[in-house]
């Protein structure tokens, strides 16, 4: 069934009349893709799920890693202070300490000299930092600044990256504990987890052959756009090909889902990736939540030639390494949405045969307006709330 722009939404969103008891959405995701979404989503409910993906290999996550061998953290931040609550002066003064990043201008040892400063409680940046938040927060930092190598580059480091480092450290190398010390003061409106809290690195075979490592390798930011298209994904720790594991409680919160998106984004590096951990496959397909896949709008430089209907046979086939390769499609993806716009879409991957085709493998494909009236290669995040809110 192919249902046009025009169909009206299944569900009013104001039917969730309060945040507190709103749909339990979930997302696989990573990076940026998915901010302003969230920030919009925290209006109308607070049981959002983001299962967030810790394989970043660039920039100040770097860094910690190589510090301290651990999960990434960048991502992790990124959507905890999407979800955090903006209205109070003190919630404002937390955000913007944990959102701060040093200078890349500045020298080393005078950078040293400042976070010795904010572990004390005398920087300009923490001390409006109401108590007893900021006691708190001068001692995750302070774990971190006591176990910083003097090897670490502090040039362009997150302070929120250095918090969750330290707490991580504190909490006997649990993210989840950090996180919920962080979502606690921060009033976080939404549940946020790694998929799983093991120290792996991302890696990609290409159709020519050549292996890359590491996650900011693929995405075409960092580092230049790959010239070849992926073929395979795989997990690297300690130099060896190695599984991922999901963790128990993210089994739990796939379960608990109202709803499971396979979400905008970088397809190999957020998305796919979050499927491929052992027991995430299973915990979908056992799901009776709709299952709802948004393509990206615009040019992924990691989706060379895969368009939307080629970026659910990644997801399928994803999933079904750990769920069984007989396993139903209409158990992995049921419904997408698309923009009425076939511009959106780069190559013109959303072409009125392809979604025909969508059709006929028995999925829902729904042409709604979810992209920016001025810019369409960027979602409108007010729309796609309500799309999905009522979806719910």
């Given at each position: 069934?192919?249902?046009?722009?025009?169909?009206?939404?299944?569900?009013?969103?104001?039917?969730?009349?309060?945040?507190?008891?709103?749909?339990?959405?979930?997302?696989?995701?990573?990076?940026?893709?998915?901010?302003?979404?969230?920030?919009?989503?925290?209006?109308?409910?607070?049981?959002?799920?983001?299962?967030?993906?810790?394989?970043?290999?660039?920039?100040?996550?770097?860094?910690?890693?190589?510090?301290?061998?651990?999960?990434?953290?960048?991502?992790?931040?990124?959507?905890?202070?999407?979800?955090?609550?903006?209205?109070?002066?003190?919630?404002?003064?937390?955000?913007?300490?944990?959102?701060?990043?040093?200078?890349?201008?500045?020298?080393?040892?005078?950078?040293?000299?400042?976070?010795?400063?904010?572990?004390?409680?005398?920087?300009?940046?923490?001390?409006?930092?109401?108590?007893?938040?900021?006691?708190v927060m001068r001692e995750l930092l302070g774990c971190c600044a006591e176990a910083l190598p003097e090897s670490?580059?502090?040039?362009?480091?997150?302070?929120?990256?250095?918090?969750?480092?330290?707490?991580?450290?504190?909490?006997?190398?649990?993210?989840?504990?950090?996180?919920?010390?962080?979502?606690?003061?921060?009033?976080?409106?939404?549940?946020?987890?790694?998929?799983?809290?093991?120290?792996?690195?991302?890696?990609?075979?290409?159709?020519?052959?050549?292996?890359?490592?590491?996650?900011?390798?693929?995405?075409?930011?960092?580092?230049?756009?790959?010239?070849?298209?992926?073929?395979?994904?795989?997990?690297?720790?300690?130099?060896?090909?190695?599984?991922?594991?999901?963790?128990?409680?993210?089994?739990?919160?796939?379960?608990?889902?109202?709803?499971?998106?396979?979400?905008?984004?970088?397809?190999?590096?957020?998305?796919?990736?979050?499927?491929?951990?052992?027991?995430?496959?299973?915990?979908?397909?056992?799901?009776?939540?709709?299952?709802?896949?948004?393509?990206?709008?615009?040019?992924?430089?990691?989706?060379?030639?895969?368009?939307?209907?080629?970026?659910?046979?990644?997801?399928?086939?994803?999933?079904?390494?750990?769920?069984?390769?007989?396993?139903?499609?209409?158990?992995?993806?049921?419904?997408?949405?698309?923009?009425?716009?076939?511009?959106?879409?780069?190559?013109?991957?959303?072409?009125?045969?392809?979604?025909?085709?969508?059709?006929?493998?028995?999925?829902?494909?729904?042409?709604?307006?979810?992209?920016?009236?001025?810019?369409?290669?960027?979602?409108?995040?007010?729309?796609?709330?309500?799309?999905?809110?009522?979806?719910?």
């Amino acid at each position: 069934m192919v249902e046009n722009s025009d169909n009206a939404p299944r569900r009013d969103p104001r039917y969730w009349r309060t945040a507190s008891h709103g749909p339990r959405i979930l997302f696989f995701t990573g990076g940026s893709a998915l901010r302003g979404l969230s920030r919009r989503l925290k209006l109308s409910t607070w049981n959002s799920i983001h299962i967030v993906t810790p394989f970043d290999s660039g920039g100040s996550s770097a860094e910690i890693r190589h510090a301290f061998h651990m999960p990434s953290v960048g991502d992790l931040r990124n959507r905890l202070l999407a979800l955090a609550d903006e209205g109070s002066d003190g919630d404002a003064a937390l955000f913007h300490f944990l959102a701060f990043r040093l200078p890349e201008e500045a020298e080393e040892a005078e950078l040293r000299v400042r976070l010795a400063s904010m572990v004390d409680g005398e920087d300009d940046l923490i001390e409006p930092v109401p108590e007893p938040v900021r006691s708190v927060m001068r001692e995750l930092l302070g774990c971190c600044a006591e176990a910083l190598p003097e090897s670490f580059r502090l040039r362009g480091a997150s302070i929120g990256n250095l918090v969750l480092a330290g707490g991580y450290l504190r909490e006997d190398r649990s993210l989840a504990r950090v996180i919920d010390t962080i979502a606690e003061f921060a009033q976080v409106r939404g549940i946020v987890r790694p998929v799983t809290e093991e120290d792996l690195q991302l890696g990609a075979v290409l159709k020519d052959g050549r292996e890359v490592v590491g996650q900011h390798l693929l995405t075409g930011k960092a580092a230049p756009a790959l010239d070849a298209p992926i073929r395979d994904l795989f997990f690297v720790r300690d130099g060896v090909r190695s599984e991922a594991h999901a963790t128990d409680e993210v089994i739990e919160l796939i379960a608990s889902a109202d709803m499971i998106v396979y979400p905008m984004g970088s397809l190999f590096s957020s998305v796919l990736c979050n499927l491929m951990p052992v027991g995430v496959g299973k915990a979908i397909v056992a799901s009776d939540a709709l299952k709802v896949f948004i393509p990206n709008v615009g040019r992924d430089p990691e989706q060379l030639g895969v368009g939307p209907e080629a970026a659910i046979e990644w997801i399928e086939s994803i999933v079904r390494r750990d769920a069984g390769a007989a396993t139903p499609r209409e158990k992995i993806v049921g419904t997408v949405i698309l923009d009425p716009n076939d511009e959106c879409y780069a190559d013109g991957n959303a072409s009125s045969a392809q979604i025909f085709r969508l059709s006929q493998r028995g999925l829902e494909v729904l042409r709604l307006s979810i992209t920016d009236e001025k810019d369409r290669n960027v979602h409108d995040s007010e729309r796609l709330a309500e799309a999905l809110l009522s979806l719910a």
